[in-house]
């Protein structure tokens, strides 16, 4: 199927959740998996090592962030991470939420809840990557303009927009991509997202110029949405490095949240690349 084969319903792409979809023969490097359902508060390893247990995850942000074992959350001066029981299934799954009116920081007043990782920072150009990544979304999922959820990936630089992300528009999810922080960029329309329902999406990629054979390519529930082979995957120009992943994401720049909106990522996130 091509990247633009029409807005399905994410019930009726729910039906297929779970199909092995894309090359994950290649991807057999483990940089970063996390396992929700595992121990108290979730266990993560990093570079196929060994287990490690977080600490718990109600904690509140100290002027925009705070850390738990190996991650950094993004987050208001409230509780906005907590371990949950998937509504979607068995097991645990972290959730992240922001409320209407949430300040991220002092010098940003719209809401922001997000992860990052140092093992999965500094990402070469050249490489690939597969990420696997359940999740579901609650609450306002129908705000207007646009905001993250899911994922992105962020640059090196502090300013302009990220090379790609996951994210609503117009009660739509959909996949933005750009080859410099000052735009243009190009957005794709996945399906209409409706409440608490399942989105398993697989993500391969490769960074650095199209002429070197960088691609995009996503899938939801087991549908092929996103094909790139003619953009600059990353900022190649500007950066040394690609920059870093940033996961279980809201972000919701325009301040349009209504009420609140969470996600629920997992059970189990896998960042995996190609040796």
């Given at each position: ?34 396992d929700f359902s595992q121990g108290q508060n979730g266990r993560f ?172 390519r996503l899938w939801a529930n087991g549908t092929k949405f996103i ?49």
């Amino acid at each position: 199927p091509g990247p633009h084969e029409g807005i399905l319903s994410s019930r009726r792409a729910g039906a297929r959740a779970g199909a092995v979809v894309g090359n994950p023969q290649l991807f057999t490097e483990s940089v970063l998996e996390l396992d929700f359902s595992q121990g108290q508060n979730g266990r993560f390893r990093a570079n196929a090592g060994s287990w490690q247990d977080f600490d718990p995850w109600s904690q509140a942000g100290d002027d925009g962030n705070w850390s738990n074992v190996g991650v950094n959350v993004q987050t208001t001066n409230d509780v906005r991470t907590e371990l949950v029981e998937i509504a979607l299934g068995s097991g645990k799954v972290l959730r992240t939420w922001m409320e209407e009116g949430d300040e991220w920081k002092s010098s940003a007043t719209y809401p922001r809840t997000e992860l990052t990782s140092s093992h999965t920072g500094n990402v070469e150009f050249g490489s690939e990557w597969r990420l696997e990544i359940p999740f579901y979304v609650g609450g306002d999922v129908a705000t207007t303009g646009s905001s993250i959820a899911g994922f992105q990936f962020h640059h090196n630089g502090h300013t302009g927009s990220p090379p790609f992300a996951l994210g609503i528009k117009d009660g739509t999810l959909g996949f933005w991509i750009e080859e410099a922080p000052s735009g243009p960029n190009e957005y794709t329309p996945i399906f209409s997202l409706q409440e608490n329902t399942l989105i398993d999406l697989v993500f391969e990629l490769k960074f650095g110029y199209a002429t070197d054979g960088a691609y995009v390519r996503l899938w939801a529930n087991g549908t092929k949405f996103i094909d790139i082979t003619d953009k600059n995957v990353g900022y190649p120009d500007l950066e040394n490095t690609a920059g870093y992943w940033k996961y279980c994401s809201l972000y919701d720049w325009a301040n349009q949240v209504k009420g609140s909106r969470s996600v629920h990522c997992g059970p189990v996130v896998k960042f995996l690349r190609r040796p």
